[in-house]
T-cell receptor, first 112, second 118 residues
Framework: SQQGEEDPQALSIQEGENATMNCSYK?????LQWYRQNSGRGLVHLIL?????REKHSGRLRVTLDTSKKSSSLLITASRAADTASYFC????????????FGTGTRLKVLA | GAVVSQHPSWVICKSGTSVKIECRSL??????MFWYRQFPKQSLMLMAT?????????EQGVEKDKFLINHASLTLSTLTVTSAHPEDSSFYIC??????????????FGPGTRLTVL
């Protein structure tokens, strides 16, 4: 399967703590994107990091990319109950037809 | 900007009937639209890619006669689940890509359609 993997599969933390999710992929990529999905809803785009970038910030989000290890991490700082959702990474390959390869996802639960 | 809608948001149908799901890009022209299927607590699986005015490209294992996709305009794609059976019950999500918008590699997702086949 081409599908990427994310860990942990599930994460439960207290409000105010930081949450870190990791994503590993298998092929060379142009970029990697992170999405959030609230239960029973569509995906909301969070952040895109290109293959020549190592770190990117957006508000309370920090994303890193290590192309040598084919991995990325998403850090959510000072988490809130509203951050409770599933988080997916999606990669776009450098070759072949354009499409997303999704990771398996991390289910984050932030306890108030 | 980059809003994608889906209709209906949920549908319940009897086994053997056909169901049509619409996906619309509301404020941009979608050169490409994608249809995904998602089972509970699992990731999204790409079913097919459709470009406006041409036939959809289906992923391996997806029956094209079962899941009919039409992309008649730059703002509308439809997925028809023909002769639906209980195993077709799932969450179907569409996305759209606008190659004129930066970043051009980003897909924008609809809210999804929950299909339940009795």
């Amino acid at each position: 399967s081409q599908q990427g993997e994310e860990d942990p599969q599930a994460l439960s933390i207290q409000e105010g703590e930081n949450a870190t999710m990791n994503c590993s992929y298998k092929t060379s990529i142009n970029n990697l994107q992170w999405y959030r999905q609230n239960s029973g809803r569509g995906l909301v785009h969070l952040i895109l990091i290109r293959s020549n970038e190592r770190e990117k910030h957006s508000g309370r989000l920090r994303v890193t990319l290590d192309t040598s290890k084919k991995s990325s991490s998403l850090l959510i700082t000072a988490s809130r109950a509203a951050d409770t959702a599933s988080y997916f990474c999606a990669t776009v390959r450098t070759s072949g037809t354009y499409k997303y390869i999704f990771g398996t996802g991390t289910r984050l639960k932030v306890l108030a | 900007g980059a809003v994608v809608s889906q209709h209906p948001s949920w549908v319940i149908c009897k086994s053997g009937t056909s169901v049509k799901i619409e996906c619309r890009s509301l404020d941009f022209q979608a050169t490409t639209m994608f249809w995904y299927r998602q089972f509970p607590k699992q990731s999204l699986m790409l079913m097919a890619t459709s470009n406006e005015g041409s036939k959809a490209t289906y992923e391996q294992g997806v029956e094209k006669d079962k899941f009919l996709i039409n992309h008649a305009s730059l703002t509308l794609s439809t997925l028809t689940v023909t002769s639906a059976h209980p195993e077709d019950s799932s969450f179907y999500i569409c996305s759209a890509r606008d190659r004129q918008r930066e970043p051009s590699d980003t897909q924008y997702f609809g809210p999804g359609t929950r299909l339940t086949v009795l």
